[in-house]
């Protein structure tokens, strides 16, 4: 073997590097002991920059295109003239490989429900979660402040501290919105935006951008939107006495249905009755006639309790009754500052504001009795 063929051997002619991964942002190519020829090629593709490194210090950034190491072109290069080194060149460069495309479909979500004060509904809690895309918007400032000298650096290894930036500007931005919780739906895009400002200028610190950023779902807690639910209904029936004609009326022209069916056993039923009393001994076929007493008239319905709900620390509890609010203020637990909501209210109220549970803090407790006579 020649000496030509022995140096050839102990260079790297081509640096390259081709990534199959679709999560891999920067790679270190690896030289495996060999030292960089003087004249190699350095291929660098689209959506990729190549970072040299050298002693320790960031040397200079390629962007696309193909480059050949020499000393008019890299300044560090020099180092290679000194071959008075038995071929061993002091020449001591890592080369680090950074993916500038995007990276898609990041996930992001709220942990924990998210505080917030809605115009209608008063404190309610919120989850969220979306994607989002990141981008090396800045590869030098990215290997300094993030990757550091790992070898092989993922979209992984950054998703989590992004996340937690994420969380935190979206629980800013939707407290100082002020978008109601039923105009969210019509309004991702405007809280998204709002979003992708407020981590821009963090995420810049990193060397990375967000081109992309959307919130896919805003939801509310079980019992919340069961309830929303049950508004709504009552809200698409409409007048309830109308809505039970209309209900009979459609059974009645039914019969094959559950609710024909009962009202024609419930009307048979009743057929049934008349024609025994006009079988028995009284009746007209009996022969004697009775005269019947009038039906009583049915009593009134009984009226609607109004139940009530505190607000207190940020959170809500009910629903009480009245009876319940009075022994909550005979115990204490409830004052004339609380804030109480009933249905019909346009919000929170104090409760000594409200003529009917201002009496319970007016009653007085009747005087104790004497001590037992020794």
């Known amino acids: ?70 000393t008019n072109n890299m300044p560090v290069m020099t ?49 969220a979660f979306g994607t989002y895309a990141i981008k090396v918007a800045d590869p030098g400032l990215f290997l300094r402040e993030i990757v550091g000298t790992d070898g092989e650096f993922t979209s992984d290894e950054i998703s989590f501290q992004i996340r937690n930036v994420i969380v935190q500007e979206f629980s800013r931005a939707i407290a100082s919105s002020e978008i109601p919780v039923l105009d969210m739906a019509a309004n991702t895009k405007d809280v998204g935006d709002l979003v992708a400002n407020a981590i821009a200028p963090t995420i810049a610190q990193y060397g990375l951008s967000i081109p992309e950023f959307y919130i896919e779902n805003i939801s509310l807690p079980e019992d919340v939107e069961k309830a929303l639910d049950a508004r709504t209904s009552r809200g698409i029936a409409g007048n309830l006495d109308d809505h039970m004609k ?3 009326a459609e059974a009645m022209n039914n019969p094959n249905s559950a609710a024909g069916n009962a009202m024609g056993q419930g009307m048979g039923a009743g057929m049934g009755m008349a024609m025994g009393m006009n079988m028995g001994p009284w009746g007209p076929m009996g022969g004697q006639q009775q005269p019947q007493a009038a039906a009583p008239a049915a009593p009134p319905p009984p009226p609607v309790e109004t139940v009530w709900h505190i607000a207190e620390n940020g959170a809500t509890t009910g629903p009480f009754s009245r009876a319940d609010l009075g022994r909550m203020a005979g115990g204490g637990q409830l004052t004339r500052e609380t804030l ?17 549970l201002a009496q319970l803090f007016t009653v007085a407790p009747p005087p104790p009795p004497p001590p037992p006579a020794v």
């Open 1 to 70: 073997m020649g000496i030509l063929d022995f140096l050839s051997g102990q260079f790297i002619d081509v640096i390259e590097w081709t990534d199959d991964t679709r999560d891999t942002m920067v790679y270190r190519f690896e030289r495996y002991g060999h030292e960089i020829k003087y004249g190699a090629k350095l291929t660098v593709r689209e959506g990729q920059a190549a970072i040299f490194v050298h002693e320790g210090q960031l040397a200079d950034i390629f962007q696309p295109g193909l480059y050949q190491l020499e």
């Open 79 to 127: 180092s290679l003239q000194h071959w008075d080194h038995g071929f061993k060149s002091p020449f001591k460069s890592e080369i680090y490989f950074v993916n500038t495309t995007r990276f898609g479909d990041q996930k992001w979500g709220t942990k924990n429900p998210i505080m917030m004060r809605d115009p209608e509904f008063g404190p309610v809690r919120i989850r």
């Open 246 to 248: 209309w209900r009979a």
């Open 340 to 356: 109480v909501w009933s249905a019909g209210m346009s919000g929170w109220t104090k409760a000594g504001d409200i003529a009917e």
